[in-house]
């Protein structure tokens, strides 16, 4: 494994922590606060339901790898505290995301949410890159599903 080259077996395994660790924190609101869409009128672009499931467990899986490669780099610097930042910011928003759409029910305010995010999301990738340049790539999907994410929001508030 290329990113792990040349590490110990305890990077290994925290590595691995972390993808799994940000895999439960990013689903548990799906769990806690439902993903119903039956109330939801859908644009003609709305991708089939297996589709969240399966792009949310490999976007999380990604950031928990860039989140591990910053790590890597030392908490003792600036730029990795800054870059750790700027996860839990972009994390508090996507968490906080569907409790207010699906939850309340309110796509209005999700919109809001989701497009915070999406400005929380490009500071991350802008703060991963002053720490690694392949965790900044890694989050390239991210931005872009929540780019089509949010324009989604905006076709279900404004149906």
Aim: charged share 15%; no cysteine.
């Amino acid at each position: 494994m290329a990113l792990l080259q040349g590490r110990s077996r305890r990077d290994l395994l925290l590595a691995v922590g972390m993808v799994l660790g940000v895999n439960l924190v990013g689903a548990a609101p799906a769990f806690l606060f439902g993903a119903e869409t039956d109330w939801i009128e859908r644009p003609w672009f709305y991708p089939p339901e297996i589709a969240f499931p399966v792009v949310w467990t490999l976007l999380f899986t990604l950031l928990g790898i860039s989140l591990f490669l910053v790590w890597r780099q030392g908490l003792d610097r600036r730029p990795v505290r800054v870059a750790f930042a700027a996860f839990g910011v972009q994390l508090f928003l996507n968490l906080l995301w569907t409790p207010v759409f699906f939850g309340l029910q309110r796509p209005g305010l999700g919109l809001a949410v989701i497009l915070a995010l999406w400005v929380a999301i490009v500071g991350m990738i802008a703060a991963f890159d002053r720490v690694d340049r392949r965790a900044a790539a890694l989050q390239i999907p991210y931005l872009l599903w929540v780019s089509f994410a949010s324009v989604l929001n905006y076709a279900i508030y404004t149906g």
